[in-house]
Each structure stands twice: as C-alpha cells, then as structure tokens.
C-alpha cells in the first residue's frame, strides 16, 4: 500500500507483529505512516494504535485513539469490542456491560460479546441477569466447552441443581471428566442431598487435581452432612494443618465438632495461632466461637485486645459492642458501635449503631440510620426488625401498622395427608423419620436454638416422600392464608404478596430439657413457621405459657425492657406463620421430654 507496495493487510499483521514483539514506538510509527481518505481503513488504524497504547498501559491514549475510530466506522465490531474490555480492564463494569449492548445492537448473535456480558453480570452477583445472556450464547453455541462451564457456573449460584447435574454429564460426555466441572456437579448433588453420590463426585474431582482445596472442603461437608463425622474431622484438619490461616475450614471443623460435643472443639485455632504467631483473623474468629459456646467474658478480652490494631475484623468490634451492650454497659457499647461505623463504613456497622441507640433510648437516632439503609434494601427484615422496635419505643401508630399480630399470624392445622388413619399416625411416622436425621449432641453454634439439636442443609430438599405429603400441605395452607391477607402496595410485608411462594429454607429442631429459641428474626424470609410435629404434654396443661411461641420481644438488651405483644400455644400439627421481620423465641422448656419441630422460610414467587 505504501512504497514497499504492501496491501492494508499485509501492513495491519506487520503492526501487530511489532505490538506482540513489544515493539510499540515502530508500530505507532507504522501506522502513523499509513495515509488513506478511506475511513474504514482510518478507523482500522486507530484500532491498531489503540491496542499499542493499550499494551503500553497508556489507557488514556488508547481510549481516545477507540474514540476517533468509533467517530469514523460507529460499527467498527473491533473499536467498539475493545472499549467494551478496556472500561473492564478499568474497573469499570458497568460502562463494560452498557458498550458490550452497544455491540449487541450492531451484531445481536455475536457469541463472545454474550458471554462476556453474561461474566460482568456474574462478577456482580447478578446472577439472573448473567444467565440471560449466558443461556443465548449457549442456544448459539451449545458445544462449546467455556460457553457450557459458564451456564453450569451461573445455574449452580442461581440454585437450578437438577439443571447442573444434568449440564456437567453433558460436559464431561461431550469434552471429558474435569475436575472444577466435578465439582460443580458435586455441589449440586450435595445440594440435592445425595450426599453419597456427591461424597464419589467430589473424589472423583480429587483424583483429576489433588490439590484442589475446594473439592476437598465440599467432601468435608458432605461427611459432616451423612454423619460420618471422623471423615470429615480428618479432612478439615489436613486443610487447617496445611494452611493455618485457612478460616473457613476452621469455621466448619470448629462447627461441628461443637455440635458433636468432640473435645476437639477450638483446639485448631489454639494450633494455627502457635505455628503463626499474632494474627488477628485467626484469634478474631477464634473469639466469635468462644462468644457464641457461652464464654463470652472469654472472647470479650481477647476481643477488646486487637481493637486498637490497624488490621483489627470487623468481627471483633461486633463482640465488643455486644458483650458491653448485653451487660448494660450501654454507652460503652455506643461509643464501639460508633468507632465501627466509622473504621468500616458498612451496613451492618450501622444496623448495629443503630441498635445501640435504641439500647441508650434514643430511637430517633436509630431511626435516621435505619431508614437510609432501607432506601437501598426496602425488604431487608434485619432492617425492617430494627426499624420496628424503634417506633414501639417511640410509641408510634405505624408500629401496630407493621406489626399487626392479629392480621398478620396464621394459626392452623394441616389435614390428615393421603394414606393415613389419622394425623397422629402421620405425625407418629414423621417424627421417626426427623429423628434419623438429627445426629448431633448439641445446638448449632451463631443460631437462635438452645440446648437441643438441628438438621443440617433444607430439609424439604431431602429425598423423603413423607416430606414431600407434609410440604403438600403447609403449601394448601399457607396459599389459603395469602388469600385472605388485605391489598396494601405502601405495606413492607403485604405488597410483597403475589399469592404464591417458594420455600427458602427448612430444618427440623429438637428442644429438649431447659431449652428455648432466643429472640430473633429470620433476615432471609418474607414469611417465617413453626409447624409442631410433637409437643410435650406439660406445654399442653401449662398455665405458665412454658415452651410457647412468643411474638415481638426483642432479641439485645435495652435500657426499656419491652415485654412480648403476644403468646401462642404450640400444639401437634398446627402450622403458625408470620412476617419474617417479626422477632420471635419461645419460653423456656422445663419439661425433659423433647419437642420436635419443622421450622422453614418462604418468598414471594414471582411468575
């Protein structure tokens, strides 16, 4: 094209090769060298030099080189591709995903453009708006290896588990056994509760990449998960031995050996802190364990010690502000909350500071915090609990307009499922049935039961047919109870009801002798139950509410003491539902006989 006589081809690849030799001075040289009325060809080369600016990490020049391309060819595909992955290789995900749609405009099937979309969605946690697009690249392209481990990737967050189970057969069918892809699989049927099959999944996983430390937490659990305890006590300690700055397998070693009453429990921190010296992750999360196994004293100096440091979790200062707050040290507790939210400048630092200002009576304060953060997150029960107990102290109308326990509480009894005599039959076999289930010694750790025990996982996703007839019915009941609830679109709970449902969440609790729940909230529901499955006969007769339901106490320590709004009765076979922001606990059980119960979540679901 020039006096060597070289086609624009010929000299684009020879300005490329310099940019891949590093050379970028001689190919700016080149291309600065190329002289054309053709404005395809001009854009071109503003595209070539973009990406020599580009490799030289000169990101100003190499957007305003895109920008003169893109004024010249608006659909130039490269230019307008390049930008797309120059504003995310800028931290700029959003101008990303808006120019990889501008790209779409142009050419809507280009696979590539899809996908990366569908990989920004994702990095976002958007994880519907990711399969969106994930899930056209891959009409388009269904065999493609990085197009199908993506899907598999975005269904698995978004739950579709009998989808992932059967996308990652279709993946090693088509491309071979591979160990991430295992893994997936096995995570899905975990999730499913095949707990066994996952167990041979994730081996077989291990065996393709030994070293893959997720593959080997995932196995752990599902041991702990099928009750074969050792097997995964072994595991979790390989990996904290290996790493002793590994929280999370300390988090769940810790976890269970405390529900399996093993007195292994914290040894792994007391370890990891030997070999590594001071490490404030280390003793921070060691201090959230002792906090919630009932030394509290303990975890508060160990605590109160590591405030000051500059690397000081978040974790710590929360143990602080609690412990003081709980002690009625409330202006300590304030002054804690307070220097958390200013060091960390986050949510739950603030929901905390607003806490301690209705802890110190002054609601107001709390309310200002409260309503900030709801303006972001409208249907956050945390913030919805808070913001409750707030306008009780303040004596307010809209507190019996939110928390309407005559309107809002569902009180009813299921009907005698297909296939039994009676419904004590059927409760008879169900409780059989949890109790198999029910394999640790103690309650869970961070979780409002005491003294008692908990399944682990959802427990409607377990492969039960008796789970499934019982799910059968609370749905009926449930269904009929939305129907009757009035139409309000200003009401945080009533708005939301769209008629029908999806559970979220479901586990079955054992009480036993001098247990209760405490006073809390469920933050991941729209509508929170109980359903008794078998109650003790001394909570039937007792004329003292012992073991019974209470609604509307608050779960931390104030300077006014608010007392329940009201008391239910348990009784066998009865399903009692209410909004999940709604604080709940229940009575202390003196009796030694056990109370069985199934406890689960629901959200609106949207058609």
């Known amino acids: 094209m020039q006096s060597q006589g070289m086609s624009f081809q010929d000299v684009s690849n020879l300005i490329l090769k310099e940019i891949n030799n590093n050379n970028f001075l001689k190919a700016l040289k080149i291309a600065n060298s190329i002289k054309s009325n053709e404005s395809s060809i001009v854009a071109h080369l503003h595209h070539l030099k973009s990406i020599a600016y580009q490799k030289k990490k000169d990101y100003i020049l190499c957007l305003a080189e895109i920008e003169k391309g893109i004024k010249l060819s608006p659909r130039h595909f490269h230019l307008n591709v390049n930008k797309a992955k120059l504003y995310n290789l800028l931290g700029e995900p959003d101008k990303s995903i808006k120019q990889y749609l501008n790209v779409l405009a142009i050419y809507s099937d280009d696979i590539e453009t899809l996908y990366n979309i569908s990989v920004l969605y994702f990095k976002k946690n958007e994880f519907t708006k990711a399969k969106e697009y994930i899930d056209k690249a891959f009409t388009l392209s269904p065999q493609n290896a990085v197009i199908l481990s993506a899907k598999i990737k975005t269904d698995l967050k978004l739950e579709k588990f009998t989808e992932v189970d059967r996308l990652t057969d279709d993946y090693i069918r088509n491309f071979g056994a591979d160990a991430s892809i295992l893994n997936s699989k096995g995570l899905a049927l975990k999730a499913l509760c095949f707990w066994d099959k996952a167990i041979i999944t994730f081996e077989q996983s291990l065996k393709l990449s030994p070293g893959l430390v997720e593959a080997k937490k995932n196995m752990a659990s599902c041991y702990h998960l099928a009750g074969k305890f050792k097997k ?159 306008l009780r102290l303040l004596k307010s109308e809209l507190y019996s307009y939110y928390c309407n326990y005559d309107l809002f509480v569902m009180q009813e009894k299921i009907a005698t499922p297909s296939g039994f005599a009676s419904i004590d039959d059927f409760l008879t076999e169900l409780k059989g049935t949890l109790k198999q289930y029910h394999y640790y010694q103690n309650h869970p750790l961070e979780q409002s039961l005491v003294n008692g025990s908990q399944t682990a996982e959802k427990l409607f996703d377990y492969q039960l047919p008796i789970l499934k007839m019982l799910k059968q019915e609370l749905y009926e009941l449930t269904s009929c109870f939305l129907t009757r609830l009035p139409k309000d679109n200003q009401h945080p709970f009533l708005k939301r009801n769209v008629g029908d449902f999806k559970v979220t969440d479901s586990w079955s609790v054992i009480l036993k002798g001098k247990g209760f729940h405490k006073n809390h909230y469920h933050s991941q529901g729209w509508m929170s139950s109980p359903f008794y499955v078998s109650i003790p006969t001394l909570i039937s007769e007792s004329t003292n509410q012992e073991g019974w339901l209470k609604l509307g106490e608050p779960g931390f320590n104030m300077n006014t003491k608010l007392l329940p709004e009201t008391a239910l009765k348990p009784e066998e076979g009865k399903l009692i539902q209410f909004p999940s922001y709604f604080w709940h606990g229940t009575n202390t059980l003196n009796s030694e006989m056990e109370r069985v119960t199934i406890a689960y979540d629901i959200l609106p679901q949207h058609t």
């Open 232 to 390: 995964a006590k072994a595991i979790y300690t390989e990996l904290t031995t290996i790493n002793p700055l590994d929280l999370d397998s300390h988090h769940w070693l810790n976890q269970m050996l405390w529900e399996t009453a093993d007195s292994g429990f914290l040894s792994s921190y007391n370890h990891a802190l030997k070999i590594t010296g001071k490490n404030t992750a280390l003793e921070a999360e060691l201090a959230q364990k002792l906090y919630t196994s009932g030394k509290q004293t303990e975890a508060y100096k160990i605590a109160k010690q590591i405030l000051s440091q500059s690397n000081c979790p978040q974790k710590a200062f929360s143990i602080v502000g609690d412990y003081e707050r709980e002690n009625s040290l409330f202006d300590e507790s304030l002054k804690t909350h307070l220097a958390a939210s200013n060091r960390f400048k986050n949510n739950h630092a603030y929901i905390e500071l607003a806490k301690s200002y209705i802890a110190i009576d002054k609601p107001d304060h709390a309310l200002n915090i409260i309503n900030k953060l709801l303006n972001q997150d409208e249907y956050n029960q945390e913030y919805l609990c808070i913001k409750n107990t707030a």
